[in-house]
């Protein structure tokens, strides 16, 4: 893991004091942008519709009461940190050039 950026870990808040990133915010994080998606109501043709970051800060209230995370800068900055650092996967497994990758 030593080659995850420094952002990968970390997000600032409004403060400028880093939050940090531990696997089990992250596992709250993708699971309810998982249920979000599978339920469709924030679903969109390219992404999400406007609103969703709402709706995950109000679910990961309840699944990380303590926590305290914003839907900006907190959530929006780790999902972009998410992407890409996840890009080459999601590349590799979708059909953008994948033809020696089967």
């Known amino acids: 893991m030593s080659g995850f950026s420094q ?3 970390s997000s600032q808040n409004f403060r400028g004091t880093k939050k940090k990133w531990v696997p089990e915010k992250d596992v709250a994080l993708i699971a309810c942008i998982v249920y979000l998606h599978n339920v469709g109501t924030f679903n969109a043709d390219t ?3 406007v609103g969703y970051l709402n709706e995950l800060e109000r679910m ?3 699944f ?3 926590v305290m995370l914003k839907a900006k800068p907190n959530l ?3 999902i972009r940190t998410l992407k890409e650092d ?3 996967v999601y590349d ?3 059909e953008k050039d994948n033809s020696s990758f089967a």
């Open 7 to 9: 952002s990968s870990v």
């Open 76 to 78: 929006e900055s780790r």
């Open 64 to 66: 990380l009461p303590l």
């Open 86 to 88: 996840w890009a080459i």
């Open 60 to 62: 990961l209230e309840i």
């Open 92 to 94: 590799m497994l979708s």
């Open 47 to 49: 992404g999400f519709n």
